[in-house]
């Protein structure tokens, strides 16, 4: 839970500095598998939800994310 909500803390940072690129790092291959494939757990839906929004809708700030190395496009 710690790691998800520290992406979705950096997220929200970085949308508000308003940067269109990023690229954010995690030790939990499972939490960026989980957030790369747009799967939500049931302890982990809101946190997971926001960071879907805020990363892969079409109102998502970012031009380019990168998730441990993993380029992600819309």
């Known amino acids: 839970?710690?790691?998800a909500l520290a992406i979705r803390i950096?997220?929200?940072h970085a949308a508000s500095c308003n940067y269109t690129?990023?690229?954010l790092r995690s030790?939990?291959?499972g939490l960026v598998r989980t957030?790369?494939?747009r799967r939500r757990t049931v302890e982990l839906y809101d946190v997971l939800?926001?960071?879907d929004l805020l990363a892969f809708s079409?109102?998502?700030p970012f031009i380019?994310?990168?998730f441990n190395g993993q380029l992600i496009t819309c």
């Open 1 to 3: 839970m710690a790691k």
């Open 10 to 12: 950096a997220l929200l």
């Open 21 to 23: 690129h990023i690229w």
């Open 27 to 29: 030790d939990s291959q």
């Open 35 to 37: 957030i790369t494939q």
């Open 49 to 51: 939800s926001d960071i």
């Open 58 to 60: 079409t109102d998502s």
């Open 64 to 66: 380019s994310r990168h």
